[in-house]
């Protein structure tokens, strides 16, 4: 019988060996997590520590004994793949008992993640200093907190994930700074618009510093000092937010190709440069819909489709991911803030000649109470007429609507075609022209 292993035991780890068992009930499955916690929600940790009465544990979607018990896949939590042998077709594990055995694999799926990056500098493995992305960091975040009669934050980065984490802070009523190096808050997104979330953030009490290089870390008497050029944060407990990179070193140390950021190399059918070995999820690259190249984008939705597209791969289907288009969204206080595609310097940068428009427009219809302004910026071809990108701000409307813009993207739509879609409408939801075809009748007359 076949014998499938999976290192990594989240999203897309779990997600394989749950579809695998699904297709071939009789399949032998191993999965690896080097931590206690499998298939958990990363995604709700910010809102979990914003709520003192709420259990992390609450993340789990499925406990490890179900997957054992009532799915029959044998689930070795505090194991980690240390290392494969491709030639003998084996993964060395280790035990958290500090035992070591080998096992046999006739398909290997590689789910290993990604871990956040962490300042090397002085003082920044000082207890009080933590980075949020497994469950084990989000138990010790709020455990610090509780434990910690914690007042005052310093957050190093302003990424989506130290954003949300802001808001979580804040609803505790703990003060919060934020730092980082480069000049620009949301760089990405066009500077109106980040001007608005900008503004919402400080709007709750939330001090900004941007274009301050970090220098070291210190503890002073019982708190913490981050200190930077011209300015020094003290806080309580120190959040880093400032990226993250693919686990890659099993797939490295064992020969794989490694492709942009350094993740893992895959094609279409989540093959890795060796036919036996898939990688999924946030580890590994995809190809991105509107460039044809590849990319790097580590989240949920994609982590969990690779993991199940890799597990069909193996049990003999023939499934092919097209890509993705990079379609973000994410909540700051008041504020949605949503991404589909490329930015005008992105997509010059892939080779497009772009043009690009943003418009104000509204939430719900013109006379209807409680509309709230959605802005909206959407990215064109010059030479093809092709959508590129859309990005929107707003109180409300603009998460979900920047799903149409990305359905676009995936079908090659021009501008022009998708200006004349059908999309919905009735007052409490949007006015009669959607924002998304106001933006794309302007752009229009740019391309
Ligand atoms: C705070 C936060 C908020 C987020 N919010 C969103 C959101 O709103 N929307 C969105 O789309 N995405 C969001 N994400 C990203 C999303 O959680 C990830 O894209 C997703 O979890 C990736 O799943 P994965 O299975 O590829 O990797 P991971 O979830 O990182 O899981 C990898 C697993 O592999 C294990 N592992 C690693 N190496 C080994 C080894 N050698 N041996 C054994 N086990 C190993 C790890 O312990 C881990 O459990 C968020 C992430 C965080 C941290």
Not at 179 to 198: C, I, S
Not at 359 to 374: E, V, Y
Request: include cysteine.
């Amino acid at each position: 019988m076949m014998q499938f292993v999976v290192i990594g035991g989240d999203a897309a780890g779990m997600s394989a060996a749950s579809r695998a068992k699904r297709n071939w009930p009789e399949m032998e499955i191993t999965v690896l997590e080097k931590t206690m916690d499998v298939s958990y929600s990363a995604c709700g940790m910010p809102y979990n520590i914003a709520d003192p009465n709420r259990p992390i544990d609450d993340l789990v979607v499925r406990p490890a004994d179900v997957f054992r018990k009532k799915q029959g896949i044998k689930v070795l939590t505090g194991h980690l793949g240390e290392r494969i042998d491709r030639q003998k077709q084996i993964v060395h594990v280790i035990s958290q008992d500090g035992s070591s055995f080998k096992i046999a694999y006739d398909k290997l799926l590689i789910a290993t993640g990604a871990h956040p990056i962490l300042p090397e500098l002085p003082g920044f493995d000082l207890p009080g200093i933590l980075a949020l992305k497994s469950l084990e960091d989000g138990r010790k975040i709020k455990e610090y907190i509780k434990n910690n009669n914690v007042k005052k934050v310093v957050i190093i980065g302003m990424g989506y994930i130290a954003l949300e984490m802001c808001e979580a802070l804040r609803t505790l009523n703990i003060e919060v700074d934020m730092v980082k190096p480069r000049k620009a808050f949301l760089p990405w997104m066009n500077p109106e618009m980040a001007k608005m979330v900008k503004k919402e953030v400080e709007s709750h009490g939330v001090n900004l510093f941007s274009g301050y290089e970090i220098l070291y870390a210190e503890k002073s008497d019982n708190r913490l000092n981050i200190v930077c050029d011209n300015l020094t944060l003290t806080a309580d407990m120190v959040l880093v937010g400032i990226g993250i990179a693919p686990n890659n070193k099993i797939a490295l140390d064992g020969g794989l190709e490694l492709g942009i950021c350094q993740s893992i190399s895959v094609d279409k059918m989540l093959k890795s440069s060796d036919e036996n070995i898939y990688a999924a999820g946030d580890c590994a690259d995809a190809y991105h819909v509107v460039t044809g190249k590849k990319t790097w984008i580590p989240l949920a939705l994609r982590a969990n489709r690779s993991g199940w597209a890799a597990a069909d791969n193996v049990c003999g289907k023939q499934i092919r991911l097209e890509g993705v288009a990079g379609t973000a969204v994410f909540k700051v206080f008041n504020l949605e803030v949503a991404r589909t595609g490329l930015n005008p310097q992105e997509a010059a940068e892939a080779g497009f000649d772009p043009a690009s428009v943003t418009i104000k427009s509204r939430s719900r219809a013109h006379a209807h109470p409680g509309s709230k302004t959605i802005q909206v910026q959407m990215v064109g071809d010059k030479k093809s007429g092709r959508l590129l990108g859309a990005f929107m701000v707003g109180e409300e409307g603009a998460a979900h609507r920047i799903n149409a813009s990305a359905v676009a993207l995936h079908n090659h739509m021009t501008v022009e075609s998708f200006s004349t879609t059908d999309l919905s409408y009735a007052p409490p939801f949007g006015p009669v022209w959607d924002p998304l075809l106001t933006a794309a009748n302007q752009l229009l007359k740019a391309l």
